[in-house]
């Protein structure tokens, strides 16, 4: 028997196959409660229209806990028909539950809410709406950031810039080498084997040169970046929001476009460039190291693509990587500032940013092609 001062629950057989459920010592909910499991399994048992008696004369103490286990096996008595017999139990305890069970539970479903077409239709086009507009509007802020920056009025830390500049930079070198020289080398190799059969192999260095120079070197590392840096901006910036220190930073006069978005842009737009170039030269090389199998030597293969390889080429993918490094720091900071205030909300933004992103960064180069083509570039 448990000491006096312990709470206690024992279901025991009585004559006529009543159940007897003792209770007693101090129930209180700031101490250890004993565990109802196999209580319950003993009042499963009973059939239904037998008898359940409730004895809490050895009840030293009680409080809610108590009424909360009484009210439990009143209910569960009720729902299996079983009449339940409180007499020794205190008469504050029946009230209160009589007052539990005098009104039932309503479980009300209600029906699932068809919306007309036109209804989904509108939410939609109010969705995209205020997207857009989100998105001009942070674009704005961004560009009065930069106009303090131009100025000398921006407040932010130049030692977070440069560390965001290695880390968007010098530390994405090895990515950025493996994805492009892959490339590089799949597209020689798809190229060559059609060329093959015309007995064209050596414009295999032409087709590696100019599209990884014109498009697929800016492209492979926006996206490359996209999903390496711009999700990490994500990160970051939801992170800092969940714990309040935009907040924070607001409250200290300091505008979180010049202190967190600006950094991040500024080493976008300038290391991209540079990425792309490095990525282009990557993807050229995997080119070459394929060359000899299709008969082609080295200095072949690099004659083809010095006379092939215009400038304009290079510049037009130059020119598309400052746009796609803006892209991708500006999803990744815009995903960040709109996260919510919770651990899942930042993991949505993360996504959110590299979808966003990577769509963004198609788009804006089927426009630059077109573009480039109306130009005659």
């Keep these: 028997m448990p000491e006096s001062t312990d709470a206690f629950l024992i279901a025991e057989e ?20 004993p565990a109802l499991d196999e209580v319950d399994h003993r009042l499963q048992a009973v059939p239904p229209r037998g008898e359940v008696q ?6 030293t103490g009680w ?49 699932p809410v068809k919306e007309m077409f036109f209804t989904r239709l ?61 490339i590089g080398l799949i597209v020689g190799f798809v190229g060559a084997v059609q060329l093959q059969v015309f007995g064209a192999t050596i414009y295999m260095a032409t087709l590696v040169g100019v599209a990884m120079a014109r498009e697929l070197g800016c492209i492979m590392t926006g996206i490359i970046m996209s999903g390496r840096t711009g999700a990490s901006f994500a990160a970051e910036i939801g992170s800092m929001k969940a714990s309040q220190e935009i907040d924070a930073l607001r409250t200290l006069g300091l505008s979180p476009m010049d202190f967190l978005v600006l950094p991040r842009l500024i080493a976008m737009v300038l290391m991209m460039p540079l990425l792309t170039i490095y990525g282009n030269v990557v993807g050229m090389i995997g ?57 899942s909300a930042v993991g949505q933004a993360t996504t959110s940013a590299v979808v966003a992103a990577i769509t963004a960064i198609i788009a804006l180069d089927a426009v630059f092609a077109f573009m480039f083509t109306a130009l005659g570039i």
Aim: proline fraction near 3%.
């Design 14 to 33: 009585a004559p006529a196959g009543r159940l007897v459920l003792k209770v007693g010592g101090d129930w209180s909910i700031q101490k250890t409660l």
């Design 122 to 182: 509108g939410k939609a086009g109010i969705s995209v709406g205020s997207n857009v507009i989100e998105v001009f509007a942070f674009t704005g802020l961004a560009f009065l950031a930069l106009g303090r920056l131009v100025r000398g009025r921006a407040l932010f830390r130049w030692g977070d810039t440069w560390l965001i500049i290695q880390r968007v930079g010098a530390e994405a070198l090895g990515i950025v080498a493996m994805i492009n020289f892959l």
């Design 63 to 111: 409080d809610s806990s108590l009424v909360s286990v009484v009210t439990d096996f009143a209910k569960k008595c009720q729902a299996r028909g079983v009449t339940l017999e409180t007499a020794s139990v205190p008469r504050g305890i029946q009230q209160l539950a009589k007052m539990a069970l005098a009104v039932p539970e309503r479980h009300v479903e209600q029906p």
């Design 287 to 343: 080119g070459a190291v394929l060359a000899p199998g299709f008969g082609i030597s080295f200095q072949q293969y690099y004659d083809q693509l010095v006379s092939s390889v215009h400038m304009t080429n290079y510049f037009a993918g130059v020119l598309k990587s400052f746009f796609f490094g803006a892209i991708v720091a500006g999803a990744g900071c815009l995903m960040g500032m709109q996260s919510g205030n919770s651990a």
């Design 54 to 59: 409730l004895d809490l004369s050895a009840v």
